[in-house]
T-cell receptor, first 112, second 113 residues
Framework: GEDVEQSLFLSVREGDSSVINCTYT??????LYWYKQEPGAGLQLLTYIFSNMDMKQDQRLTVLLNKKDKHLSLRIADTQTGDSAIYFC????????????FGTGTRLKVLA | EAQVTQNPRYLITVTGKKLTVTCSQN?????MSWYRQDPGLGLRQIYYSMNVEVTDKGDVPEGYKVSRKEKRNFPLILESPSPNQTSLYFC????????????FGPGTRLTVT
C-alpha cells in the first residue's frame, strides 16, 4: 500500500538551517504537503507542492521534490526555537477523493 | 473565530462501553475527516466525508463509525472500544478537496482500559 516515511528526530542549533526529509511510495501522488504540529495542538499546514514542480519557496521555507526518487524535503532557513515542533509530510491525489497519507512525523528540536 | 472544535478533549473509558467524540466546524466546510495519531505511526486517516450524507473509509476504519447528517458536524462513534483504540484523535475540515488547507481541531486523547 501507499507509504510515507520520515526520520523520527532532528536536532539543530538556532540560526542554522534544518532539512527534514520524506520518502513516499505512491508515484501517482498529485500533491505533497508539509504540516507542523506544536505541542498539545492540532496540525497546521505550512506549504504544499504540486507533483509537477521541483521546488517551492515561501519565506524561510524551501520545499524540494525529486519525483524520480520519490523524495521530498523541507528546508527551514535560520531556524528559531519557535520552529521546535513535529513536522509531517503528507500526500494526496486530485480532488475526487479526500484521502490523505501522512508520514510518521519528524520531531525537530532547536537548541539555543 | 473560525475553528474546529472537538469534545471531549480527554476521555478515559472501559472496554466495550460505547462512546462518541463530537467534531464541529463553523466555517461551512464541505469536507471533514478523522485521524488517529500514534507514536511512531504518525497520522492515519479513519474516515472522511466530502459532503452531507457522503462518507468513505480511510486507512484504518475498523472499529469506528461516522455519520454526516449536517454540514457542520462529523461525530466519530466507537461502538465497542478496545484498548488498541487508545490514541490521540484529530478532526479536520476544509472548504474543498486537495490541495485546499485542512484545519485541524485540538485533538481528543482517548484511553480505553
Amino acid at each position: 500500500g501507499e507509504d510515507v516515511e520520515q526520520s523520527l528526530f532532528l536536532s539543530v542549533r538556532e540560526g542554522d538551517s534544518s532539512v527534514i526529509n520524506c520518502t513516499y511510495t505512491d508515484s501517482s501522488s498529485t500533491y505533497l504537503y508539509w504540516y507542523k504540529q506544536e505541542p498539545g495542538a492540532g496540525l497546521q499546514l505550512l506549504t504544499y507542492i504540486f507533483s509537477n514542480m521541483d521546488m517551492k519557496q515561501d519565506q524561510r521555507l524551501t520545499v524540494l521534490l525529486n519525483k524520480k526518487d520519490k523524495h521530498l524535503s523541507l528546508r527551514i532557513a535560520d531556524t528559531q526555537t519557535g520552529d521546535s515542533a513535529i513536522y509531517f509530510c503528507a500526500e494526496s491525489h486530485t480532488s475526487g477523493t479526500y484521502k490523505y497519507i501522512f508520514g510518521t512525523g519528524t520531531r525537530l528540536k532547536v537548541l539555543a | 473565530e473560525a475553528q474546529v472544535t472537538q469534545n471531549p478533549r480527554y476521555l478515559i473509558t472501559v472496554t466495550g462501553k460505547k462512546l462518541t467524540v463530537t467534531c464541529s466546524q463553523n466555517m461551512n466546510h464541505e469536507y471533514m475527516s478523522w485521524y488517529r495519531q500514534d507514536p511512531g505511526l504518525g497520522l492515519r486517516q479513519i474516515y472522511y466525508s466530502m459532503n452531507v450524507e457522503v462518507t468513505d473509509k480511510g486507512d484504518v476504519p475498523e472499529g469506528y463509525k461516522v455519520s454526516r447528517k449536517e454540514k457542520r458536524n462529523f461525530p466519530l462513534i466507537l461502538e465497542s472500544p478496545s484498548p488498541n483504540q487508545t490514541s490521540l484523535y484529530f478532526c479536520a475540515s476544509s472548504s474543498s478537496g486537495p490541495p485546499d488547507e485542512q484545519y485541524f481541531g485540538p485533538g481528543t486523547r482517548l484511553t480505553v482500559t
